[in-house]
């Protein structure tokens, strides 16, 4: 069975870093894409950043370029979203997902999605 569980939301200041985590079981880092999303109350869901093991290509949203890096964990499964210079739109809940796939390009159709974790951005 396939799951992918997020964890590493909280409460930071503007300015300030968190670091999501993604734990993937049941399928292959090196055969699948993982995709980082958020959805803000009110407002569509958004591609955030995605990444491939196999090819190690990597996508981010203009949003997000130059604060937030991905990264793969191949030997513990896991993916990372390091989050600096974090601002108080970047408030949401961020989910991680899943999709068989060797290469990323933003706009991947997921297949295994998270529960999802809480980031706040607020003074």
């Known amino acids: ?15 300030g870093s968190l670091r999501l985590s993604c734990v993937a ?12 999303f958020r959805q803000a109350p009110g407002k569509e869901r958004e591609g955030v950043s995605s990444a ?14 130059g604060r937030f890096t991905i990264s793969t964990d191949s030997a513990r499964n896991t993916v990372y979203l390091q989050m600096n210079s974090l601002k108080p739109e970047d408030t949401a809940v961020y989910y991680c997902a899943a999709v068989l796939a060797y290469h990323c390009s933003g ?12 980031v706040t951005v607020s003074s």
């Open 1 to 15: 069975q396939v799951r992918v569980v997020e964890s590493g939301g909280g409460l930071v200041q503007p300015g």
């Open 25 to 36: 079981s049941g399928l292959s880092l090196a055969q699948h894409v993982i995709g980082w």
């Open 107 to 118: 706009v991947e159709d997921y297949d295994y999605w998270g529960q999802g974790t809480q």
């Open 52 to 65: 491939s093991s196999s090819d190690g290509s990597t996508y981010y949203a203009d949003s997000v370029k």
